[in-house]
T-cell receptor, first 115, second 114 residues
């Protein structure tokens, strides 16, 4: 069945360091892929998405490219800030066409950025 | 602020009891989704309603049920509670029923079963 695997955390970085959080998926068909972020005490927020192979999603300095050949959707940011400290979730949609309702989430990766 | 309101924020109850979690979607959103977040299972999709009708079902136990009312708010009912039901329960809403419209999550209800 469909599944998402992301690197286990926690990840601790210094401010301005480069960030990569790995995410790979298993899916039939052509799912859409998402990164969500959860700040302490809050619900999840959509960070970025990609709906087809080779698409690059980007937002707030974060980027991820939908790689069908490696079934991956790694999250990257060139220079992290303390305010980026949060839990990041990779997810795929069961439905075609970018539907976000019925999502399969990875277990989440906690990022802590130190000043 | 996502515009999705969940009440209560915290709930502590005993095994065997029944609780109701409430969700008010963002204004104008017709779809409501329920998710369970636990340490061992991660985030699990439970169920989706669209304009009052059930649209999709995920890993929802038979002891759990949900409904969406004419004013579009939704309730998740959990009965015969077990220790393993302790988790964070999130509600999310979207304007569509399964299209590309984004999900907006509430801040969750933390349920503790003792």
């Amino acid at each position: 069945g469909n599944s998402v695997t992301q690197m286990e955390g926690p990840v601790t970085l210094s401010e301005e360091a480069f960030l990569t959080i790995n995410c790979t998926y298993t899916a039939t068909g052509y799912p859409s892929l998402f990164w969500y972020v959860q700040y302490p005490g809050e619900g999840l927020q959509l960070l970025l998405k990609a709906t087809k192979a080779d698409d690059k999603g980007s937002n707030k300095g974060f980027e991820a490219t939908y790689r069908k050949e490696t079934t991956s959707f790694h999250l990257e940011k060139g220079s992290v800030q303390v305010s980026d400290s949060a839990v990041y979730f990779c997810a795929l949609s069961r439905n075609y066409g970018g539907s976000q309702g019925n999502l399969i989430f990875g277990k989440g990766t906690k990022l802590s950025v130190k000043p | 602020d996502s515009g999705v309101t969940q009440t209560p924020k915290h709930l502590i109850t005993a095994t065997g009891q029944r609780v109701t979690l409430r969700c008010s979607p963002r204004s104008g959103d017709l779809s409501v989704y329920w998710y369970q977040q636990s340490l061992d299972q991660g985030l699990q999709f439970l169920i989706q309603y669209y304009n009052g009708e059930e649209r999709a079902k995920g890993n929802i136990l038979e002891r759990f049920s949900a409904q969406q009312f004419p004013d579009l708010h939704s309730e998740l009912n959990l009965s015969s509670l077990e220790l393993g039901d302790s988790a964070l329960y999130f509600c999310a809403s979207s304007s569509g029923q399964g299209d590309n419209s984004p999900l907006h999550f509430g801040n969750g209800t933390r349920l503790t079963v003792t």
